[in-house]
């Protein structure tokens, strides 16, 4: 199963009922040049909905695992552009980093923004 896939049907348990989710990807808590200092501070996962943006607690060895949420925003809350290799993406109320396989699902879920 795609990672995109893996992510949005662990995400099932935190939507509303009839929440269509519209992109979501994975970020970490601490910049990836720290190395292995990563999976000391852990994982989010970024589920963008028709009706809000849910920033939820993930694991420290995976960013797949979504455990709770820990932050929501409005969905009229624009996270990119992103750029670089490593997004350092700090209005999700943290600071956080992600990676390049995600800036679409960045861009898509901006696009969407109405």
């Keep these: 199963m795609a990672i995109r896939d893996t992510l ?3 995400a099932a348990h935190v939507l509303q009922p009839g929440e269509v989710i519209q992109a979501v990807f994975s ?4 910049s990836p ?3 292995l ?3 000391i501070k852990g994982f989010r996962v970024v589920v963008v909905t ?3 943006i849910l ?3 993930s694991g420290k060895t995976s960013g797949e695992l979504i455990t709770e949420v820990i932050r929501e925003l409005p ?3 624009r996270i990119g552009p992103a750029k670089g290799v490593w997004f ?3 209005v999700l109320g943290e600071r956080l980093y992600i990676g390049n396989l995600f800036h679409k699902d960045i861009a898509k879920a901006d696009a969407l923004i109405s």
Excluded: I, Q, S, Y
């Excluded at 970020?27 to 601490?30: K, R």
């Design 37 to 39: 200092l990563v999976w």
């Design 27 to 30: 970020a970490m808590m601490m």
């Design 50 to 52: 028709d009706r809000r």
């Design 88 to 90: 350092r993406c700090e």
């Design 8 to 10: 949005r049907v662990n």
């Design 33 to 35: 040049w720290f190395g």
């Design 75 to 77: 969905r009229n809350t």
């Design 55 to 57: 920033v939820c607690r």
